[in-house]
């Protein structure tokens, strides 16, 4: 995948304005320890290598999300469904859902990503790469690493709302064209389906590629058509706390883990930098990512809870 980058004046300006949040944003402060929580997260995923469907690195990964789950969350919960893989076999594959009560009633907000990552790295232009598994600092690794750092969050400040941290698998599993993705939110929304609406998601918002170093996040057209209230918050607390990363234009429409829960008429958006030269190849590495932009989600992510 390429994609254009802003060119030659307009990205300076850009990078300029991408440094740490303003200490002026309210509450800035007191979240910032969260920015080395999460990249020390994303240090810890990372150095577990590929995490895709059946390596070493995935099963370290399921030990983590659980053992942090245990800690910080008032309940978690493994949902374990089966895959049938190639020649008949079956891949019993999970996704993890940690649960914080709020204060008051009502439904929950879903916040989601995929754990799993690319279990080849499909867009190297070297046909020798690409069969090889991808690190996946920025595709499976960075959103991970905030919505752990979410959990620590969730434990200290209880919110009003309750919140669902679910981590996906299956997501970057099959290859192009296969249809062979988002596995585990097709199949977690295929549970809601089978219980009573009063319990389905308030609203889904998902995150992934968040890391990358050169922050963007556009509005995705299924995000706008499915809950642009949603977005309005978001892009609000973004424009409010002078949060360059987040730009309100729409730009990609992407078929990531909200689209199974659109499906149900639930309102859900993604936010995603899709505009990534390291995706889904063997260049997806820490060194592309930075604590920045993993904290400038984090911090909108949080303001976000308060206001929905
Ligand atoms: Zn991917």
């Known amino acids: 995948m390429t994609k254009k980058r802003i060119a030659g004046a307009c990205l300076l300006l850009m990078l300029s304005l991408q440094g740490t949040i303003s200490q002026a944003s309210s509450g800035a402060s007191e979240l910032k320890p969260y920015s080395q929580i999460s990249w020390n997260y994303l240090k810890t995923l990372t150095g577990f290598g590929p995490r895709n469907f059946g390596s070493p690195g995935y099963t370290k990964t399921l030990e983590l999300l659980q053992e942090v789950g245990k800690k910080y969350a008032d309940a978690v919960e493994v949902q374990p469904f089966v895959f049938p893989g190639d020649n008949g076999e079956k891949l019993t594959m999970s996704n993890v859902v940690m649960r914080f009560k709020g204060t008051k009633k009502g439904r929950p907000i879903l916040l989601g990503t995929h754990f799993d990552t690319r279990p080849f790295a499909d867009e190297e232009s070297h046909p020798a790469l690409r069969s090889r598994p991808i690190l996946g600092a920025n595709d499976g690794g960075s959103a991970t690493a905030v919505l752990l750092a979410l959990a620590e969050y969730l434990h200290q400040h209880k919110p009003e709302r309750s919140v669902e941290l679910v981590f996906f698998d299956g997501e970057d599993f099959g290859e192009k064209g296969s249809g062979e993705n988002l596995l585990g939110s097709m199949h977690y929304a295929s549970q809601l389906r089978k219980q009573n609406m009063e319990d389905w998601p308030y609203c889904v918002i998902i995150i992934d590629m968040i890391g ?65 030269p390291h995706w889904h190849k063997m260049t997806d590495t820490l060194d592309k990512c930075s604590p920045e932009s993993l904290f400038a989600v984090f911090f909108v992510v949080v303001k976000a809870l308060g206001e929905i």
């Not at 706008?224 to 429409?253: C, H, M, N």
């Open 212 to 276: 990358d170093r050169e922050l963007e996040i556009f509005k995705e057209t299924h995000s706008v058509k499915s809950a642009s209230w949603l977005l309005d918050i978001i892009y609000g607390i973004a424009e409010k706390e002078k949060i360059p990363q987040f730009r309100p234009q729409s730009k990609y429409t992407i078929f990531d883990d909200h689209y199974p829960f659109i499906g149900l008429g639930i309102p859900s958006v993604v936010l995603i930098d899709f505009d990534y």
